[in-house]
């Protein structure tokens, strides 16, 4: 089958029947169930990509970053799209959390196959932010590949979580870097809520400027802006709940396009 003209929504779909293993398992293999789809899809789609393997310390197998870059001639700085595909709960389908932000990704980058972006744009598909632990993680890894110039002259990374459901983009950024920012957040018109942890607060903490946006539809998104409790999207995460009927294709299509356009 060709995954050319899937929409993310239908690649979700494939991902949410594949059982895989939790980050913490370890009796997993390097290359997991989910891992092996993902090289699937890009040697479907056939464009270059790089792996990245690196150790966590009690842990055999590898972990894995999955890096692609559409360069410009263009002197303009690039964005890095960061999105997490390991898995805490082996047997959840994992939807939101954090599939269908990968499978944005996935698609965003077949769109820029055959659309050539004004800027450079890269996608790092990282490994580990399960583990909660900011100094050995995929996005660790990533923020030392960009400051070695890995990546060339970035302007900032944006890192997607839960964006399967909703038209409102809400942005978790940080003071230290509002300057770098500002610009992605504007043309996103994301409104700024505070999360729990994730990649854009570990590659904030080693120097890389970043951000991480999500979607919400318009109840939840009230709770999120108001600060007052966390949207119930939110408690999915790592449940038997997170399942493949609680997020739309219109959505994911309408977040897609906004994003495409950060960078076409
Ligand atoms: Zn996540």
């Not at 360069?71 to 599939?99: L, R």
């Not at 996935?106 to 632990?133: C, G, Q, S, W, Y």
């Not at 600060?227 to 493949?244: E, I, N, Q, R």
Request: glycine content about 4%; charged content about 20%; hydrophobic content about 40%.
């Amino acid at each position: 089958m060709s995954y050319e003209n899937l929409s993310s929504y239908q690649m979700v779909e494939i991902f949410s029947k594949i059982e895989s293993f939790s980050s913490f398992d370890r009796t997993a293999p390097t290359w997991t169930p989910r891992l092996n789809k993902i090289i699937e899809i890009l040697n479907d789609i056939d464009v270059s990509y790089s792996v990245k393997h690196f150790n966590v310390s009690g842990f055999e197998r590898k972990f894995t970053n999955i890096y692609v870059s559409f360069d410009t001639e263009s002197s303009d700085k690039g964005i890095v799209f960061v999105s997490h595909h390991d898995i805490v709960n082996a047997k959840s389908q994992n939807c939101q959390d954090n599939t269908a932000s990968f499978c944005n990704l996935l698609r965003m980058i077949i769109h820029l196959k055959d659309n050539k972006p004004k800027i450079p744009v890269h996608f790092a598909i990282v490994d580990t932010e399960e583990h909660v632990n900011p100094y050995c993680c995929g996005s660790q890894v990533l923020s030392e590949d960009i400051k070695m110039g890995v990546f060339g002259n970035i302007q900032a990374c944006v890192n997607l979580e839960l964006t399967g459901l909703g038209k409102n983009i809400w942005v978790s950024s940080f003071e230290s870097f509002e300057e770098e920012t500002k610009e992605i957040i504007t043309a996103l018109n994301a409104s700024p809520v505070s999360t729990p942890y994730n990649d854009a607060a570990v590659l904030c903490l080693h120097g890389v400027p970043a951000m991480c946006i999500g979607i919400l539809p318009d109840s939840e998104f009230e709770i999120a802006i108001s600060g007052v409790s966390y949207p119930k999207t939110w408690s999915l995460c790592h449940s038997m709940a997170d399942t493949f009927d609680k997020i739309s294709e219109e959505d994911m299509n309408l977040f897609l396009q906004k994003l495409i356009g950060l960078v076409i």
